[in-house]
């Protein structure tokens, strides 16, 4: 697994916080740990829906003090372009936040690390599912 490049999706980090010690492991043998800006925007969505703010806050800090976040730039919209271009194509709209996390992860040849199985509508994605 080290030496490859992986960006994690959010249902992923939450797994870990939730205490999911076989996805802890994946993401501990991995050399870097990429996330992705819309990631950490839905993480940060979460925490302020949530009553214990300060525990989860320091949760994320924590798990960023691990990560590369990978910021959204003009070349990221340019290939949400081409994806989402290409799910109305085929009928099969998904979220657009994930459509974001999947250019990220084309843009930078990225392995996507998600449980989402809407994932697989994306011509060229790599995905694996923890």
């Given amino acids: 697994m080290s030496g490859n490049k992986h960006l994690l999706d959010t249902n992923i980090i939450i797994s870990v916080f939730d205490g999911n010690k076989d996805v802890a492991n994946k993401i501990s043998r991995l050399s870097t740990v990429y996330i992705s800006s819309i990631v950490l925007g839905e993480l940060y969505v979460g925490i302020y829906r949530v009553s214990n703010k300060t525990k989860h806050l320091k949760k994320l800090t924590d798990f960023l003090d691990l990560c590369r976040v990978v910021e959204i730039d003009s070349s990221t919209a340019e290939y949400y372009g081409k994806c989402k271009a290409q799910l109305f194509k ?23 690390v998600s449980n989402d199985k809407h994932f697989s509508e994306i011509d060229g994605l790599n995905i694996v599912s923890w």
């Fill in 90 to 112: 085929k009928g099969k709209p998904i979220p657009s936040n994930d459509i974001w996390i999947a250019a990220s992860a084309l843009q930078h040849e990225f392995t996507l």
